[in-house]
């Protein structure tokens, strides 16, 4: 077994896809370290030892045959002695900018940090092409939108590119169009 990554950018639907697996039975790698809040509140399901990955990736053997939610910015930092299964939520850029305002204004930080987006969309294109080429991943990818609208076969489609028996209905169920 790999261990299993769940890529996208921040406001992306990251945590989705990880509440998704866990509610389809994949355990999931995380810490606790950040709550649930108004702006996720079914939880982040992070492990903060993704921030430290340049430094760090010797806790991956944890990750093995478990979820684990990495930003963009990071994937290159996944050592090449790993193979990896990566599922890759895409979204508009349009949406994920507005979510991530949304979530600093209700925080009363300065939305304007949100001028990073675009060079972090080219990152995204740019693993699109680099994994390719990479031997030792594997890669699900899946349009946010989609997700909300048809979760039972976003369920489905991630059941089957990890071919293990996942509850493919309590996947599809943890999907609430509201929270989106």
Not at 51 to 69: H, I, M, P, Y
Not at 70 to 95: M, S, Y
Request: glycine residues 6%; contains cysteine.
């Amino acid at each position: 077994m790999q261990p299993l990554i769940v890529l996208g950018m921040h406001r992306s639907g990251t945590s989705l896809a990880m509440q998704m697996l866990r509610a389809g039975g994949v355990p999931v790698l995380e810490d606790g370290a950040r709550e649930a809040d108004a702006d996720n509140p079914r939880g982040y399901l992070e492990d903060q030892r993704t921030l430290r990955l340049w430094q760090d990736a010797s806790w991956l053997d944890e990750a093995v045959g478990k979820a684990v939610k990495i930003v963009c910015p990071l994937l290159t930092a996944l050592p090449f002695d790993h193979t990896f299964h990566v599922i890759a939520i895409e979204r508009e850029l349009v949406e994920i900018i507005a979510s991530q305002a949304a979530m600093l204004r209700r925080r009363g930080e300065d939305a304007r940090a949100i001028d990073a987006f675009p060079a972090l969309v080219d990152q995204l294109r740019a693993f699109r092409r680099w994994v390719r080429y990479q031997p030792n991943f594997r890669v699900l990818w899946l349009d946010h939108r989609r997700i909300i609208e048809a979760g039972a076969e976003a369920a489905a489609q991630i059941a089957d590119f990890l071919g293990q028996p996942l509850d493919r209905a309590a996947m599809a169920a943890a999907v609430e169009p509201v929270l989106h």
